[in-house]
């Protein structure tokens, strides 16, 4: 974990208030922020501003490259027929972050980026089912590599998604249903989707649930420190290896086999064969990094005239899952631009609210002041939410189009742009309800995703894996889609994960937002609240994804 003072990691602005990484709000909550910020003054923590947002603080990991230089060589060795063409002996007057000082690893680089393109800005060990020593001698023997791959991946295709830069790697890899000798049959009938990530950086996350998991007696002679839990829809395998934090998921249902949903305990065989078969296949030394601390957010000097939000965790009365409000968390995980093209747009909840004729009123999702509703009574796994359950993200939706006889310019509701929050790669198979942005840079490893959109226009938009897009840039449109058509309220729903040692984790975008719209307002919004009032009513007949157990919004795998 990161150095940091108590300042950084536990902050108050006033009662009620605590950043980054937040508190659960609960009933008796004024006297319970009362004694905790009497506790924080006695223990010399210095309050914050009034309204200040912070960043999250990222702690930064010490790579030992010579422990993955030594596995490579002991990897290469095993076949000795391709060992010639690695060179072992580097400068040894040059700096361990000199990839002179190891050139096998840029002769390992320079074989395995053909397959997996960029390989070499990996600043970790990059740890593959790939065996790059096999695959050299195989290409070596005139095979052609379609029958090549399979054979040096244990059965895995060609892989799904890789991405390496600044922060890390993220591959997914498939394995189709009948292949993998000595694997149990399944119901399951798909391929089975594999995701691996090795990261530089790991976010501090103020998380009661981390860190927990069970070893697996069949891998702890390979991974001594190995973990695995289910957690967030996704049975999870984490461990260390060169100093740097690792994760193997796959997402599953913790339920018996389904032909349409993989149940964890079919998923356990397959990620023990992706495990088994790591071995070192690229990634280059760079110079070391600090610690991210958390700070505070700049925001615009100019007040708005009319934006206004309720705090952060003040979710509609009773609308909070298992009857539990929100976590009040101030962090602004990323400087985003904003999702939706235009402005006005609204943040609230799509599924409770005040009703009247069964339209929204008074705070329905066409007005100020916003709501937060990240913990909103969902059947998903949400770890930072108190009860473990939650929404995993933000609704909103723009502004109604006014009568054309307003003479303004034209607006299609049914056209409404969303936008890439930043310079990002997309992550999305066809056919798949969300799309998620992936960023990868020296300060950040974060994802952004998007749902409600129609699968159909993201296929033909081309809105899929590995396409890089540019903040700002359009890759659809508000929608409906909800498993169908006309399956939920037009709105976008965005959310926010963040790479920990337990793997990505959902976060509250809530406060990501409000400053994102203050910058693209260039007006400084204004806390309002809590919020006090009559239970909620349902806006809408509750989707059904949030009275049976899912593993995440749209029911995907």
């Known amino acids: 974990m990161g150095l940091t003072s108590n300042a950084q990691r536990i902050n108050i602005s006033r009662v009620g208030k605590i950043a980054p990484g937040g508190v659960t709000l609960k009933s008796g909550a004024g006297s319970f922020f009362a004694l905790l910020q009497l506790a924080l003054l006695l223990l010399g923590a210095t309050p914050l501003a009034a309204d200040e947002f912070r960043s999250p603080a990222v702690s930064v990991v010490r790579v030992d490259w010579r422990a993955a230089f030594d596995q490579l060589r002991a990897e290469i060795g095993a076949q000795p027929s391709v060992a010639t063409a690695f060179t072992f002996v580097g400068r040894s007057r040059l700096a361990a972050a000199d990839p002179r000082s190891m050139p096998a690893l840029v002769q390992l680089n320079a074989t395995t980026s053909q397959i997996f393109t960029g390989i070499g800005r990996s600043p970790v060990p990059v740890l593959l089912p790939f065996d790059a020593a096999g695959y050299l001698e195989a290409r070596w023997a005139g095979t052609p590599e379609s029958l090549a791959l399979p054979r040096v991946q244990a059965d895995f295709r060609v892989a799904d998604l890789f991405d390496a830069g600044p922060a890390g790697y993220d591959a997914v890899f498939s394995l189709a249903s009948g292949t993998g000798s000595g694997l149990p049959q399944r119901i399951f009938a798909k391929p089975v989707e594999v995701q691996i990530t090795g990261s530089l950086l790991t976010y501090d996350l103020n998380d009661p649930l981390g860190g927990k998991g069970e070893p697996v007696k069949s891998l702890a002679a390979q991974f001594p420190d190995l973990r695995r839990f289910i957690r967030e829809g996704y049975v999870r395998y984490a461990f260390t290896r060169f100093g740097v934090p690792y994760v193997v998921s796959i997402q599953c249902l913790d339920s018996a086999p389904r032909p349409r949903r993989l149940a964890c305990r079919e ?3 397959v990620a023990e064969r992706f495990l088994k078969a790591l071995r070192v296949a690229g990634g280059l030394p760079s110079r070391p990094r600090a610690d991210i601390a958390s700070e505070a957010v700049e925001r615009p000097a100019v007040a708005s005239a009319d934006f206004t939000y309720r705090p952060p965790g003040d979710l509609i009365v009773r609308s909070g899952s298992r009857k539990q409000s929100g976590r009040i968390d101030y962090t602004a995980y990323s ?28 705070f329905g999702p066409t007005s100020y002041p916003w709501q937060d509703n990240f913990c909103e009574a969902r059947s998903f796994g949400v770890g930072q939410c108190p009860s473990g359950f939650g929404h995993q993200g933000q609704d909103m939706r723009p502004a ?25 790669m997309l992550i999305r198979e066809p056919k798949q309800q969300a799309a998620t942005l992936q960023i990868n840079t020296r300060n950040e490893h974060i994802r952004f995703r998007y749902m409600h959109m129609d699968p159909k226009a993201m296929d033909a938009d081309g809105v899929l894996n590995g396409r890089h897009v540019e903040e700002g840039e359009k890759i659809g449109v508000v929608s409906n889609y909800l498993d169908r058509p006309n399956g939920t309220t037009r709105h976008l729903h965005f959310d926010v994960q963040v790479f920990t040692r337990d793997g990505w984790l959902w976060v509250n975008p809530y406060v990501t937002l409000i400053s994102a719209y203050e910058r693209l307002i260039r007006g400084r919004g204004r806390e309002i609240g809590p919020h006090v009032g009559p239970a909620a009513d349902m806006a809408h007949a509750l989707p059904e994804d949030m009275t049976r157990r899912e593993v995440e919004e749209g029911a995907e795998n």
Not at 338 to 345: C, D, G, I, V, Y
Not at 409 to 420: G, I, N, S
Request: proline share 12%; glycine share 4%; charged share 25%.
């Open 335 to 362: 400087q985003i631009r904003f999702p939706l093209q235009k402005t006005p747009a609204f943040a609230h909840s799509q599924s409770f609210g005040l009703r009247k004729n069964d339209r929204l009123e008074e």
């Open 400 to 424: 109604p189009c006014p009568p054309h006889d307003e003479g303004v310019e034209h607006c299609d509701p049914k056209q409404q742009v969303v936008v890439a929050a930043r310079d990002a």
């Open 267 to 269: 998923a356990y065989p």
